[in-house]
């Protein structure tokens, strides 16, 4: 199959291509002008300039091809014009939607976040629980909101749509939330630590890429979610597997939950005023999904595509092996 990729270049991405590339399937891929493609040459990859903010450069590039996983998204817990979420996820959404709707694409395999669930009442929860009421960051409730364009195409005009949502992905290559916390650790730029005890699911990227593929190979699976992730830590068990692995002792303060929360609306106000992203990282949306935190089960996912997850503890081993070089 010939199959369009858009967000190719980013963390998720960058995995899912790398695991194309050991199949028959073509890729042609949407990137922009100031895309890294340097890694995907020796790959046999299709380069199409683009955005998914550009609905026209979308439509040229998909046409002739068969299938689409749809990676591109604004991931990130503060932006400078919130405006943006919008544009990307939700827009940006629409338009890949619309345009493999008028190509013809007879597969959509397209990437959520298991954020769009917010908080259920089910706990762990699993792709058929209800969506809690809120969801914890912008990013969560464009993401949502893009999700479900998606499946209003599903419904009323067929889009033959299939939908993953990663839990709290871990490997190599992330310069991401996630990454940055775990690099701000090992070079001891973080005062204290927060949140110990609460608890996220997590999984290896190497997993989610492996979700991905499979769930568009499979047949006859139109119309399915897949949760990719089970294992669950506390922040606390991660901080001491990143101590563990890189040899870097903890930070010896522990900030009370209730000054993080203050802490985090501060640095988010000071962020806003001189429009650069909060010391630490310590914006109010990451914070407040911090605090949140998700309890998720992905048994779906090995049960009907396959997959054996990785050990979490792999997955940071391999990131911080690449942060240290």
Known sequence: MKIFVTGATGFIGNHVIKRLAQTEHQMCCLVRKTSNVDEFKTL????????????????????????LINLANLYSFWEPDKNVYTRVNV???????????????????????VGI??????????EESPVGKFQFSE????????????????????LPLVMIYPVGVLGLGDSKATGQYVQRLIRRRLPTTVFDDH???????????????????KENN???????????????????????????????????????????????????????PPLWGMSVDQI???????????????RELGITYSSVRVALEEAITSFQK
């Not at 955005?51 to 040229?60: E, F, G, I, P, R």
């Not at 930070?251 to 501060?266: E, Y």
């Not at 999904?289 to 090995?302: D, L, R, S, T, Y």
Request: aromatic fraction near 10%; charge should be positive.
């Open 222 to 276: 139109i119309g399915e979610k897949y949760l990719v992730g089970k294992e669950q830590l506390t922040f606390g068990q991660i901080n001491q597997m990143v101590s563990e692995i890189s040899g870097v002792p903890l930070p010896k303060l522990r900030m009370p939950d209730f000054l993080v929360t203050i802490n985090a609306r501060l640095l988010t106000f000071l962020a806003n005023l001189i429009k650069k």
């Open 288 to 302: 407040r999904v911090m605090k949140e935190g998700v309890k998720a089960n992905g048994i779906k996912a090995e």
């Open 44 to 67: 046999g990859v299709t380069f199409v300039q683009g955005d998914v903010t550009d609905k026209d450069s979308v439509l040229a590039g998909m046409k002739g091809c068969d299938w």
């Open 139 to 158: 990013y969560f409730r464009t993401k949502y909101q893009g999700d479900l364009i998606a499946w209003e195409l599903y419904e009323k005009k067929r």
């Open 117 to 126: 669930y917010g908080k259920p009442e089910d706990c762990p929860f699993t």
């Open 91 to 113: 827009e940006g959404t629409r338009n890949v939607m619309e345009c493999a709707l008028e190509t013809g694409i007879s597969k959509v395999v397209h990437i959520s976040t």
């Open 199 to 217: 608890v996220f699911t997590f999984v290896h990227v190497k997993d989610v890429a492996e979700a991905i593929v499979r769930a568009a190979e």
